[in-house]
C-alpha cells in the first residue's frame, strides 16, 4: 500500500442539530430515509473510510445528492463530521487549534471549484495572486509565482484581462493557476471540469495530468463521471446515499464491478482503454524465459487498445509485454486482446 497523505476513518456526517446522538442509530443500520422520516435529520456520510494517495489523484464519484461535496468539505474542515476521523500527513484536522487550521488552510490546501469562483472585477493577474497575497509572501515572489503559473497554464497574455472576458475551459485554467500559486500539497477539486463542454473538458483534463506528472501533488478529484473518473483517477472510491459502494483502481472496478449499481455505470466503458495489458498477459515462465513471440513489444502498464492497435499496424497475431528494464515479462495474443475489450455478454443484461 502506498503512502497515504490523506486517512479518513469511519466519517459519519448527519445535518440537523442532534447529529452527535443519532450516529448511533445509524451505526446500528438506521437508513438516510428512516433517518429523515423519524427524527428530520439528513443521512449525509456513513462510515466512510479512504486512504488517499500521497502524490496521486484520489477520484471520489458518484450521483448528485450522493454526499461528495460533504465529503471534500471535511477535508479542510469547512464542515465538523459527526463521527469519526480525518487524518492529513499524521495531524488529525479535527484537533487543531483556529490558529493552526487558519495556517493549514492557506498553506496545505488550495481548492478548485466547478464555477470557478474567480473575482470578476480583478484582473486574470490578480485572481492567480490572490491566495499568495493572503499567505503573505513578498511582492517579489507574488509576482513571480503567479507569471509562472499563469504561463503554465497556458495563458500567458491574458493577465491584464478581466475573467469575464475569457471562454469557460480559460476561465478554468486561471482556477487551476490560483489554485497551483500559493504551493499548496494537497487540491481539492469539486466537480471543477463539470461546467465544461465535452471537447474543453477532455483537455482541462490533459492540462491536469501534465501537470501532475511534474508536481505529483496529493488530489481529490470529484465527478459524476465515471470516464472522467478513469482518466484521472489513481484511485476511485464510489458513493451512494452517503456510503461507499466500492474503492479500488479504476481497472478493479471495471473488471469487478461490486453490485448492479456500479454495473450500470461501468457497462459503457470503453474497456481497451482501462484494462492494462499486464492483467491479461500469459506471463513469462521459467521455461518460457527469452522466448520472443513475433510481433510488436508493448510496456508493460499500457492499455490493451495500444496493444490492439500496434498489433494491427504489423499485421500480426501475438506481442511481447515488456518491463521497464526492456525484459519480456508475458505475451499477448489479439484473440486475447480483442475477448478482454468486448464486455462479456452476461453483464450487458445485468437481472433486475
Ligand atoms: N447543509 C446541509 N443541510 C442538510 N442537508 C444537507 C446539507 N448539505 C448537504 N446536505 C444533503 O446531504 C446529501 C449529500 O449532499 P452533497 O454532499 O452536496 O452531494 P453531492 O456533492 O454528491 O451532490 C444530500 O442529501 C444533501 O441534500
Ligand atoms: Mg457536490
Known sequence: ?????????????????????????????????????????????????????????????????????????????????????????????????????????????????????????????????????????????????????????????????????????????????????TDAEILLMDEAFSALDPLIRSDMQSVLLDLQEELQKTIVFITHDLDEALRLGDRIAILRDGEIVQQGTGQEIVLTPADAYIQSFVREVNRGRVIEVDTIMRPVTPETAGMASAGPSIASGSVIEEAARAMARDDVGTANVVGPDGRIVGGLTLQGVLAAMVTPAEDRHPPR
Open 1 to 181: 500500500m502506498v503512502e497515504a497523505a490523506i486517512s479518513i476513518r469511519h466519517l459519519y456526517k448527519i445535518f440537523g442539530a442532534r447529529d452527535r446522538e443519532l450516529v448511533d442509530a445509524v451505526r446500528g443500520g438506521m437508513g438516510k430515509a428512516e433517518l429523515l422520516e423519524r427524527h428530520h435529520h439528513v443521512l449525509g456520510l456513513k462510515d466512510i473510510s479512504i486512504d488517499m494517495p500521497k502524490g496521486g489523484i484520489q477520484v471520489v464519484m458518484g450521483l448528485s445528492g450522493s454526499g461528495k461535496s460533504t465529503l471534500i468539505r471535511h477535508i479542510n474542515r469547512l464542515i465538523e463530521p459527526s463521527g469519526g476521523e480525518v487524518v492529513i500527513s499524521g495531524e488529525n484536522v479535527l484537533a487543531m487549534s483556529p490558529g493552526k487550521l487558519r495556517d493549514f488552510r492557506r498553506h496545505k490546501i488550495s481548492m478548485v471549484f466547478q464555477r470557478f469562483a474567480l473575482l470578476p472585477h480583478k484582473t486574470i493577474y490578480d485572481n492567480v495572486v490572490y491566495g499568495l497575497a493572503i499567505q503573505g509572501v513578498s511582492r517579489e515572489k507574488q509576482r513571480a509565482s503567479a507569471q509562472r503559473w499563469i504561463e503554465r497554464v497556458g495563458l500567458k497574455g491574458y493577465e491584464n484581462r478581466y475573467p469575464a472576458q475569457l471562454s469557460g475551459g480559460m476561465q478554468q485554467r486561471v482556477g487551476l493557476a490560483r489554485a497551483l500559486a
